[in-house]
């Protein structure tokens, strides 16, 4: 018998008809009509937009490296100068300022944007646009942005990049170089849905850039040479989730541990409504297994774990981070327990109960908990990379002196779960099956 999750999978793999363009396959759009995407620019051409990433925050030196020549600018304005690089970029004043490669100086005013890019020729095909800031280098062009909100003398810098050329920088920090396409191609319209929705809401404030570049938002690598990464970003070009008419809520993380979840859950405060909850069964489209997602998980290396943590330190970070968000654990003294009080249908812990040895107790989410044990705190290391939670489906046995933590999974459990999705790629799922398990209330549109 079909899931009601393989049913609608196959719906939707007959309702798209492919044709082969010079970028690869496109999903005609499902059968309700056409999907209003309010990011897109220009309804009836909908170009790529452009994105606008954030590569340095709060910086008091740069460098535009490499020869060039470069081509300097008020960020907007139609004409600018070309210096020989390498150039230093430092803050000046409220203002920038940039020094060529034969200390000529060029400086420009507080509060003023400033553009940096290759100079380019009349003949030359837009969009081939590459920078390098220090070693790294980038598609696109770069906006130095003064920061007088974080005093004088730090910028931000913001790569400004057609979001294909973007997407690629990031699948290729996302998933292991030797995974397969199909995966990689999953990974990319999560990607990219996700970073049109960030750049939505970006876009509807005063923010001067869409995206950061570290795990925020989505960790960026810049311009990559890794080619599953860039095919797989080509083939999906355009692809996006939507829900409701709007961009969906594309989350992803590294593994579910056997137990995806919805948003709503995970985060029952943010107001978004996101229903979307992965499959818990995955039918295959070659042959007629029906597995479990835990089944197809449990190769992941935290697909299961157990940490070990001193009681009084791990007392004393949930109580520091209770002060820090204004929570009830801010008044805690030591542990005495922990207790799991909801759990989601499919046995994901949601929320837990703490209590201290004076017998106050409050409700933590699962989430918070995990940001609470792994939380800094001044004057004391930070916990290692192997003593963390690394999700929220935990259980934990609180003793005297030590606390044993045991849990599924790494990271939020919310939309698709890279480990799941390489496993379902390896025994030959499309990625459209792979998209439409991990976000079964969502349909693929291409807008663009
Ligand atoms: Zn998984």
């Given at each position: 018998m079909l899931t009601a999750g393989g049913a609608l999978a196959l719906a939707l793999l007959v309702a798209w008809s492919c044709k082969t363009t010079r970028t690869g396959f496109v999903p005609m759009h499902a059968s309700e009509g056409t999907v209003e995407?309010?990011?897109?620019?220009?309804?009836?051409?909908?170009?790529?937009p452009m994105i606008r990433v954030?590569?340095?925050?709060?910086?008091?030196e740069s460098e535009l490296a490499g020869r060039g020549p470069w081509l300097v600018a008020?960020?907007?304005?139609r004409t600018g100068e070309v210096m020989t690089g390498p150039v230093k970029v430092s803050a000046s004043k409220g203002g920038i300022r940039l020094t060529d490669a034969r200390g000529r100086v060029r400086g420009f005013g507080p509060g003023t944007v400033v553009y940096a890019g290759p100079v380019v020729g009349p003949d030359d095909e837009p969009g081939q646009e590459i920078v390098s800031v220090g070693r790294t280098r980038y598609p696109g062009t770069l906006r130095y942005h003064p920061r007088p909100d974080e005093g004088d003398d730090v910028f931000d810098v913001v790569n400004v990049v057609e979001i294909e050329r973007y997407i690629p920088g990031v699948i290729a920090k996302e998933l292991?170089?030797?995974?397969s396409e199909t995966a990689f191609m999953a990974q990319s319209v999560a990607a990219r849905t996700f970073a049109l929705q960030r750049r939505e809401s970006a876009r509807n404030s005063?923010?001067?850039?869409?995206?950061?570049?570290s795990q925020s938002d989505q960790v960026y690598a810049g311009l990559t040479g890794l080619r599953v990464a860039i095919r797989a970003a080509e083939q999906t070009r355009g692809v996006v989730l939507t829900e409701g008419g709007s961009l969906a809520g594309a989350y992803y993380s590294s593994t579910c541990g056997g137990k995806p979840v919805s948003a709503e859950e995970v985060w029952?405060?943010?107001?978004p409504v996101i229903r979307n909850v992965g499959l818990n069964e995955v039918e295959s489209s070659v042959g007629a297994t029906v597995e479990k997602r835990d089944v197809l998980c449990?190769?992941?290396?935290?697909y299961e774990w157990e940490v070990a943590r001193r009681t009084s330190d791990l007392s004393k970070r949930i109580k520091s981070w209770g002060k820090k968000h204004n929570?009830?654990?801010?008044?805690?003294?030591?542990?005495q327990s922990v207790e799991v009080e909801q759990r989601s249908p499919?046995?994901?812990?949601l929320i837990v109960k703490l209590t201290d040895t004076s017998g106050r107790s409050a409700a933590l989410t699962t989430e918070h908990f995990r940001a609470a044990c792994n939380s800094s705190q001044p004057g004391v290391p930070d916990v290692s990379r192997v003593a963390q939670?690394?999700?929220?489906d935990v259980s934990v046995d609180v003793g005297r002196r030590v606390t044993r933590i045991a849990g599924y999974g790494s990271?939020?459990?919310?939309?698709?779960c890279q480990y799941c999705a390489e496993a379902m790629a390896q025994r030959g799922d499309d990625w459209r099956l792979l998209l439409s398990t991990f976000y079964p209330e969502s349909k693929l549109v291409r807008i663009y």
């Open positions: 995407i309010t990011s897109a620019e220009g309804v009836g051409s909908r170009p790529e954030r590569i340095a925050r709060q910086t008091k008020v960020a907007g304005s292991f170089p030797h995974w005063d923010r001067w850039y869409d995206v950061d570049d029952p405060s943010n107001t449990e190769s992941a290396p935290l929570n009830e654990v801010g008044r805690f003294g030591s542990l499919n046995g994901r812990s939670v690394y999700s929220g990271g939020h459990g919310v939309g698709m």
